[in-house]
């Protein structure tokens, strides 16, 4: 559509745009270290399994929510944006959570 | 002035949507385009869930005879992946500031870098310069660890597949000028969020003990 194509971005993009390109290859940079956390996490000997899982879903929610707020611009959107985006992801972590719980419970009764 | 208002009035210039009280700028093609992606992460989440309930449930989850995965192969193709969103991003920041030809390139060598993961996932699967998983002995259907490896990387692979179509396809109408910017972010949208979905899928079936 010739009318949409032409219209401004606006908003989040010029944000983000207004603060170029250093501040996405400093998330770049961040990645790439969170991403190498990751391996060192797994090699590491004498870390307790529980201890390691915590830290690769610690360390795979930081990468993922850097991807959301920076590369996808979701820190220039709106509060009520950020909220229609954030609060549904949460809903497969509430699940899995309940299941954690529900197999622990079985697993203690 | 929405495009309504603007026929109405005979307006056949370019248009812009008005700030909203909640939405600020951000366009009705991205606000669906986000309300895509939301669902889409949905399918994902589900692909993890039943793969830590069978993982949890199982007393022997890796079988006698399969294979490993490839940790370190797949560690490079996410550094690829990590490296393809920010040559995408960067191309729709040249695009929004009206370098054509610097968005043009960086989307080139994004689809470019989306087609060596592909490349490498097939090497990881079948083989192609060496032994893949398949020749190894890690079978879809032979094992739950199999199927769900199989049906989790192939429906991100999908994606991945789906995401170099699209930015070629959104390239050629770049370039013939049929697209603009706020195209190329629903673009980028789409592929940063195939890099947000691998986050997981590597950390959870590759990395976790």
């Known amino acids: ?109 | 002035m929405s495009v309504a208002h603007a026929a109405e009035h005979g307006h056949h210039g370019p248009v812009a949507w008005p700030p909203d009280a909640q939405y600020g700028a951000a366009t009705p093609g991205k606000i669906g385009m986000w309300i895509f992606l939301v669902s889409d992460a949905f399918s994902f989440g589900g692909l993890l869930i039943a793969y830590g309930i069978l993982r949890s449930g199982a007393a022997v989850w890796r079988q006698a005879g399969e294979p490993a995965l490839g940790v370190g192969f797949t560690a490079g193709l996410t550094l690829l992946l990590i490296c393809t969103s920010l040559t995408n991003v960067l191309g729709y920041g040249a695009a929004a500031q009206g370098d054509r030809r610097r968005a043009a390139l960086l989307l080139g060598v994004t689809a470019l870098g989306g087609a060596l993961f592909l490349v490498g996932q097939a090497q990881e699967w079948f083989g192609i310069w060496g032994p893949g998983l398949v020749h190894e002995g890690l079978v879809f259907g032979r094992s739950a660890r199999a199927s769900t490896f199989y049906v989790t990387t192939g429906y991100h692979g999908l994606h991945v597949l789906v995401g170099v179509g699209y930015i070629l396809t959104a390239l050629v109408q770049y370039l013939r000028g049929k697209v603009g910017p706020a195209q190329i972010e629903l673009l980028s949208l789409y592929w940063c969020f195939v890099d947000f979905v691998w986050v997981f899928v590597f950390s959870f079936l590759y990395l976790m003990p």
């Open chain 1, 1 to 109: 559509m010739q009318s949409s194509h032409a219209q401004s971005t606006g908003g989040a993009p010029a944000e983000a745009a207004r603060h170029g390109g250093r501040e996405v290859v400093a998330v770049f940079a961040g990645l790439l270290v969170l991403t190498a956390l990751e391996l060192g996490v797994i090699r590491a000997p004498g870390v307790a399994r529980a201890a390691v899982v915590a830290a690769l879903v610690g360390l795979a929610v930081a990468k993922a929510s850097f991807i959301a707020l920076f590369f996808m611009h979701l820190r220039y959107e709106t509060r009520i944006l950020r909220f229609t985006v954030f609060g549904p992801l949460a809903a497969p972590a509430v699940y899995a959570l309940v299941l954690m719980a529900d197999a622990a419970w079985r697993l203690l009764r």
